[in-house]
């Protein structure tokens, strides 16, 4: 079965800075996609990018880029020029074929003004 | 965009009644739909998977008759949790694939569920 792992329960940035959360992943699959997933205090899950497994080329989303390392299965978001709105509960989260959405256990981010 | 409605946002209910949720795509049609719950400071942990016109896959562990999925349209889904008690009470949340590129995945704004 699929795992997803986000080591980080907590991470805080000055706003401006850059942040970078890790995942890493478990499978067997070759072809299969990621997602970052931010749950702000409304606690609706937002889409904050995703990265298809095929691609080598990061995603990119403004602010918003990854480090997908498909060999190490790592997969982490960096996060530049952070704002106040940035502060939220991310999810790494994983999906191949028809199987569920797999989600880490996700990392806190607060943004220091 | 995909657009998922989730109702109500908030219920509170007395320990021993059921209460129905309400997972609707307002701009698409979903075939399949999925139910999650969300402890405080946790993940988001799957309880079913939810298929038009099919009975629901459930997650192990996770009680069918207590929590009641019926998918009758293509547009809506509805989790109803039976004979509730006080640790029925979280953060239920659904989502559905939006169609949206490949995998794109929709989710409502989740409901919380007090019983008292």
Same mark, same amino acid.
């Given at each position: 079965?699929?795992?997803?792992?986000?080591?980080?329960?907590?991470?805080?940035?000055?706003?401006?800075?850059?942040?970078?959360?890790?995942?890493?992943?478990?499978?067997?699959?070759?072809?299969?996609?990621?997602?970052?997933?931010?749950?702000?205090?409304?606690?609706?899950?937002?889409?904050?990018?995703? +990265?298809? %497994?095929? =691609?080598?080329?990061?995603?990119?989303?403004? !602010?918003?880029?990854? #480090?997908?390392?498909?060999?190490?299965?790592?997969?982490?978001?960096?996060?530049?020029?952070?704002?106040?709105?940035?502060?939220?509960?991310?999810?790494?989260?994983?999906? +191949?074929? %028809?199987? =569920?959405?797999?989600?880490?256990?996700?990392? !806190?981010?607060?943004? #220091?003004? | 965009?995909?657009?998922?409605?989730?109702?109500?946002?908030?219920?509170?209910?007395?320990?021993?009644?059921?209460?129905?949720?309400?997972?609707?795509?307002?701009?698409?049609?979903?075939?399949?739909?999925?139910?999650?719950?969300?402890?405080?400071?946790?993940?988001?942990?799957?309880?079913?998977?939810?298929?038009?016109?099919?009975?629901?896959?459930?997650?192990?562990?996770?009680?069918?008759?207590?929590?009641?999925?019926?998918?009758?349209?293509?547009?809506?889904?509805?989790?109803?949790?039976?004979?509730?008690?006080?640790?029925?009470?979280?953060?239920?949340?659904?989502?559905?694939?939006?169609?949206?590129?490949?995998?794109?995945?929709?989710?409502?704004?989740?409901?919380?569920?007090?019983?008292?």
């Amino acid at each position: 079965a699929q795992t997803v792992t986000q080591s980080q329960p907590e991470m805080s940035v000055q706003e401006a800075e850059t942040v970078t959360l890790s995942c890493t992943y478990d499978t067997s699959e070759s072809d299969y996609y990621l997602f970052w997933y931010k749950q702000p205090p409304s606690r609706q899950m937002i889409l904050v990018i995703r +990265q298809e %497994a095929y =691609k080598q080329q990061n995603a990119t989303e403004n !602010r918003f880029s990854v #480090n997908f390392q498909k060999a190490a299965k790592s997969f982490s978001l960096k996060i530049s020029d952070s704002q106040l709105g940035d502060a939220a509960m991310y999810f790494c989260a994983f999906h +191949q074929g %028809a199987q =569920k959405l797999v989600f880490g256990q996700g990392t !806190r981010l607060t943004i #220091n003004p | 965009g995909a657009v998922v409605s989730q109702h109500p946002s908030r219920v509170i209910c007395k320990s021993g009644t059921s209460v129905k949720i309400e997972c609707r795509s307002l701009d698409f049609q979903a075939t399949t739909m999925f139910w999650y719950r969300q402890f405080p400071k946790q993940s988001l942990m799957l309880m079913a998977t939810s298929n038009e016109g099919s009975k629901a896959t459930y997650e192990q562990g996770v009680e069918k008759d207590k929590f009641l999925i019926n998918h009758a349209s293509l547009t809506l889904s509805t989790l109803t949790v039976t004979s509730a008690h006080p640790e029925d009470s979280s953060f239920y949340i659904c989502s559905a694939r939006n169609g949206q590129g490949t995998y794109g995945y929709t989710f409502g704004s989740g409901t919380r569920l007090t019983v008292v």
